[in-house]
């Protein structure tokens, strides 16, 4: 899928358990989110209607219900998500983001190799 629809908060924890199992019901997404999120029935069928007219997730009719299943992928909307951060809040520049996660966490040496070795590889990627 070329375009990835913006999700809200909300809608994304319906998708994490469309992407965990799918096709489901309505009904199992309501169960699933019990005791994760304080929602009535009617509020989940509402973002699952939303994700729907969004072209997030699709459905087949099977009997009388309905089941779900995403049609964009976990890893794209984490990728459009992260892009939109970076774009509204560091104007793009991932290196500003890094340095700047970097700058406000304490790493271990671990954390910091595991850093180093993910730089190198794409460094080694990019052919520099």
Do not use: H
């Not at 799918?22 to 994760?36: K, Y």
């Amino acid at each position: 899928m070329s375009k990835v629809p913006r999700i809200s908060d909300t809608e994304w924890q319906v998708m994490k358990i469309l992407w965990t199992q799918s096709p489901i019901s309505a009904s199992v997404v309501i169960d699933r989110l019990e005791g994760v999120a304080n929602w009535k029935p009617k509020t989940v069928k509402t973002l699952i209607n939303r994700l729907v007219n969004k072209k997030a997730v699709d459905f087949e009719k099977d009997g009388r219900s309905y089941l779900y299943y995403p049609i964009v992928s976990e890893d794209e909307c984490v990728k459009a998500e992260s892009q939109s951060f970076l774009d509204r809040i560091y104007d793009g520049a991932l290196n500003v983001m890094v340095a700047k996660f970097i700058e406000d966490r304490k790493l271990s040496k671990a954390e910091i190799e595991e850093l180093k070795q993910i730089l190198d590889s794409k460094s080694e990627e990019e052919g520099d």
